[in-house]
């Protein structure tokens, strides 16, 4: 079974770039679509955006200019970058397998759900 | 995109049923048959319950059943268990391969 292991710095001051990493493990990283979902504290889930090994990447429209998704297959690794954070950044980042979709009797199913997380990293802005 | 809309508790006994809704759009929720529902515990990383609306992954008791009518999904939970007390989430597929997810509700079991 795929095991995902966030990290990453915990701190990070307000207008300055948070970058973690997801490594996997006990499965390829080809075989999935990558996603980072973040949730602040006490508060709901939010999708940031996906990608695939061979690079394809999507983003929540709400963030798209300030998120990359990037993917080192060598490493086994995903990446995100928030650029310009604020403490509305802070929250708990996760990343998770995610199936986009499938064909079925030559129509495409969309789903987008994630199956496995990995257990969290928690990231707070703060100068 | 704007949040799926969760009641923000629930609760039953031991042994009874509840239902968990969550409120969408015809741009997410009502257009599309990719409704998921997240089990989460405290400290602990989300864990799916259902997908595409009613399927429930290898492992999942049949206790936990889900459905949709319209713009509004469901989350049936049957003979409440103390370990069901948990945040549940819903998520959408929500157009242009994005998701949106639901603001939670917390299910007490009384």
């Known amino acids: 079974q795929v095991q995902l292991q966030e990290s990453g710095p915990g701190l990070v001051k307000p207008s300055e770039t948070l970058s973690l990493t997801c490594t996997v493990s006990?499965?390829?990283?080809?075989?999935?679509?990558w996603s980072w979902i973040r949730q602040p504290p006490g508060k709901g889930l939010e999708w940031l955006g996906y990608i695939y090994y061979t690079g394809s990447t999507n983003s929540n429209p709400s963030l798209k200019s300030r998120v990359t998704v990037s993917v080192d297959t060598s490493k086994k690794q995903v990446s995100l970058k928030v650029t310009t954070v604020t403490a509305a950044d802070t929250a708990v980042y996760y990343c998770a397998t995610t199936r986009l979709g499938y064909f079925s009797n030559g129509v495409f199913h969309h789903d987008m759900t994630f199956d496995y997380w990995g257990q969290g990293t928690p990231v707070t802005v703060s100068s | 995109q704007s949040a799926l809309t969760q009641a923000p508790s629930a609760s039953g006994s031991p042994g009874q049923s509840v239902t968990i809704s969550c409120t969408g759009t015809?741009?997410?929720?009502?257009?599309?048959?990719?409704v998921s529902w997240y089990q989460q515990h405290p400290g602990k990383a989300p864990k799916v319950m259902i997908y595409e609306v009613s399927k429930r992954p290898s492992g999942v008791p049949d206790r936990f059943s889900g459905s949709k009518s319209g713009n509004t999904a469901s989350l049936t939970v049957s003979g409440l268990q103390a370990e069901d007390e948990a945040d549940y989430f819903c998520?959408?597929?929500?157009?242009?391969?994005?998701?949106?997810f639901g603001g939670g509700t917390s299910l007490t079991v009384l």
């Open positions: 006990g499965g390829s990283i080809s075989s999935y679509y």
């Open positions: 015809s741009s997410d929720v009502g257009g599309y048959n990719s």
């Open positions: 998520s959408s597929y929500a157009g242009s391969n994005t998701v949106v």
